[in-house]
């Protein structure tokens, strides 16, 4: 790439898209969407090419929604087999430990060899179609492995992320009754040890865990493993297997994998992606939205126990015969909150895909972090899991990408599989802070309260119109939850949950959640997972929490807690229910503010006004709206005088 940022500081450099060729190319994806999709379903390699597109509508029998569904296809093979021939010997995954002297390249040959191994070795273990699996890895190439293994023998796995706690982690092997475990002893991140191994001992002491028959286990660190009967040494049993091995046939709706996902009310929801429609959507907007070349060394920053880890560093890149780079450190620090610009250099990342959250801590230790690195190799940054504000967005333009990329602000979800939004134009017209555009085929809709649809420049809820590809198809157990939560909110609408604003240009800005999900440094939380599980303490009667804004993180989490009455506020209880919090849901989930709170407001028919408590730990206070429907309007009073927050 040649082009620099112009003496203007309007940059100068390629899009993905021109704003013409989008905007022919959407209206032709509403226009004839069955024309559309059957083409780009061209793209995947099928053993069975389907004749169908788009079956069934949202609000109508929408819970048999389908796509291709009479295809037959492989999502490994698409990742892997297809690109022997062409691509055998370009590096498929390249790997950086959290240790940057621990590095790996796998070719795509090299990689065949190993996802053949692995699928045999699951085999081997009775594992086969419809059985799940449950993965609790560090970021290693063996993740990406093991998921690729199961595909190929159509398991369905269930990527748990390894920051989780023991308990989490049992509640969801307990939910999808998976038969093997894919785990290792540890994981190093940013210098430090996560016992995943304890872990996992821990959680399958856990009642409903029985489930679960072997344990492989990929050893990563130097110190003694304590081996139980039913674990298996993963990396020396994977060598007494071939190669070659089998795939099996699987329908375009056979269940591709599970990911638990946070929502407003409940559990973790055990989202179910299917596998022709999921596949073909995470390769399009993966090639479309970061305009993918040959050539490229991709690099998305994201763990595989999340969503954007399984879409873009795996299925969608590798189905795109990419090279895909797998980092085991921590993205923007610590320790070392230059060396993003330093992997940069020393492997050629063109494109990096990352968070605001990780943006914004390298942000805050100045530009000087960037001096040990170049970064020329970049052409493009994509950014995701959260608003990217402007002052984010032109630190990642101006210091990382040294004012020649386009940044790709992605807004999607777990359950829409892909992205569902980008700023799809000439780079001259690129908005910091807005999502911006729909990708092709989607069709997002402003709504009010009462569900009228809302036209030109407005702000509302924000739904989407039909379906798409790469959408989740139902909750693991529960397709009853699953219509509930996504399409009863507004009947016929797919609901987000998030905010949007559409400016007069018509594009879109995210403005976050509305429901009551937590968005902190990118990963989601539920506050109805955070209070039961403040309430579970014996100190505590009541608990509320909310998101409050936080300059690094996004969002910060504000608990007001209600004590038994015989129970007293201390320093120390506040460290317990930090603690009861991290052991019931991950290190992540840390509370910032406990503020003890003798009463809580209540509307006439009980309900918590959780509203009011949003703006008080925003200190928002001179803000709080219409509050004669409050039972007792002095607990916001007290409230008030006792915040903690600044
Ligand atoms: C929620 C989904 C999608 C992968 C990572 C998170 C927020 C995501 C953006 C963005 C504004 C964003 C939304 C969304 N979000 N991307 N570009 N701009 N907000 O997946 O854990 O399912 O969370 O993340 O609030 O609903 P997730």
Request: aromatic fraction near 8%.
């Amino acid at each position: 790439m040649t082009s620099t940022a112009s003496a203007t500081g309007s940059p100068h450099y390629p899009s993905p898209v021109s704003e013409q060729d989008y905007r022919e190319r959407y209206r032709r994806s509403i226009e004839s969407p069955e024309a559309f999709w059957r083409e780009e379903a061209q793209q995947l390699q099928w053993m069975q090419p389907p004749q169908q597109v788009l079956k069934g509508r949202f609000g109508e029998n929408h819970s048999h929604i389908s796509w291709f569904e009479d295809g037959v296809l492989n999502a490994c093979v698409n990742c892997v087999d297809r690109h022997l021939d062409t691509r055998g010997d370009k590096p498929a995954i390249v790997w950086e430990g959290d240790d940057p002297s621990h590095q790996r390249t796998l070719t795509y040959r090299q990689l065949h060899d190993r996802v053949g191994r692995f699928a045999n070795m699951l085999r081997s273990l009775g594992v086969g179609r419809g059985d799940t699996v449950t993965l609790y890895m560090p970021m290693i190439p063996e993740a990406a492995i093991a998921m690729l293994a199961c595909a190929r023998i159509g398991a369905v796995h269930s990527v748990v992320f390894g920051g989780f706690s023991p308990e989490a982690l049992a509640s969801r092997i307990r939910d999808c009754d998976a038969r093997v475990l894919i785990t290792a002893d540890i994981s190093q991140r940013g210098g430090k040890q996560i016992p995943l191994k304890k872990y996992v001992d821990e959680a399958l002491a856990l009642e409903g865990t029985a489930c679960i028959e072997h344990v492989l286990l990929v050893p990563c660190g130097d110190a003694p493993i304590d081996w139980k009967a039913r674990d298996i040494n993963a990396s020396e049993l994977i060598e007494t297997h071939s190669p070659e091995c089998e795939p099996e046939a699987m329908g375009a709706e056979d269940p591709l994998f599970i990911l638990y996902t946070s929502g407003s009310t409940g559990a973790p929801k055990g989202l179910v992606h299917t596998t022709g429609g999921y596949l073909l959507y995470t390769a399009m907007t993966h090639r479309e939205i970061f305009g993918l070349r040959e050539d490229d060394v991709y690099w998305c920053a994201a763990d595989v126990g999340w969503i954007t880890g399984h879409s873009y560093v795996v299925y969608g890149p590798l189905a795109n015969g990419a090279t895909t780079f797998m980092f085991g450190g921590i993205p923007g620090g610590p320790p070392d909150y230059g060396r993003v610009g330093r992997v940069i250099d020393d492997h050629g990342i063109t494109i990096f895909y990352t968070s605001p959250t990780a943006i914004r801590a390298m942000m805050g230790h100045g530009e000087h972090i960037m001096d040990s690195s170049r970064r020329d190799s970049l052409r493009l940054i994509g950014t995701v899991g959260e608003p990217i504000n402007p002052q984010a967005w032109h630190w990642a333009h101006d210091v990382i990408g040294n004012g020649q990329c386009p940044i790709m602000d992605t807004w999607w979800q777990t359950e829409t599989g892909g992205h569902m939004m980008a700023p799809l134009t000439d780079a001259e017209n690129f908005k910091p802070g807005a999502a911006m555009r729909p990708f092709y085929g989607v069709r997002p809709a402003l709504l009010d309260d009462q569900g009228n649809i809302l036209e030109g420049e407005a702000s509302g809820s924000l739904v989407i119109e039909g379906s798409w590809p790469g959408q989740a198809r139902t909750i693991r157990g529960n397709h009853e939850r699953f219509e509930q939560t996504y399409f009863s909110v507004f009947e016929g609408h797919y609901f987000t949950g998030d905010g949007a604003h559409r400016d007069a240009d018509g594009d879109f800005w995210i403005t976050g959640r509305i429901d009551d999900v937590l968005n902190v440094s990118g990963h989601r939380i539920g506050t109805a997972e955070i209070e039961s599980s403040l309430v579970a303490h014996p100190a505590i009667s009541e608990a509320a929490v909310v998101g409050f804004p936080h300059d690094v993180k996004g969002q910060g989490i504000y608990a007001y807690v209600t004590l038994m009455q015989e129970a007293t506020a201390s320093e120390a209880l506040r460290q317990e229910l930090v603690e009861t919090v991290r052991r019931d849901i991950g290190a992540f989930a840390r509370l910032d503010i406990v503020q003890w709170a003798p009463g809580l407001p209540r509307t006439r028919s009980g309900k918590i006004m959780r509203r009011i408590l949003r703006k008080i730990a925003a200190n928002e206070v001179d803000a709080l709206g219409d509050t004669s429907t409050l039972t007792d309007p002095g607990v916001v009073d007290a409230l008030i005088e006792n915040r903690i927050n600044r």
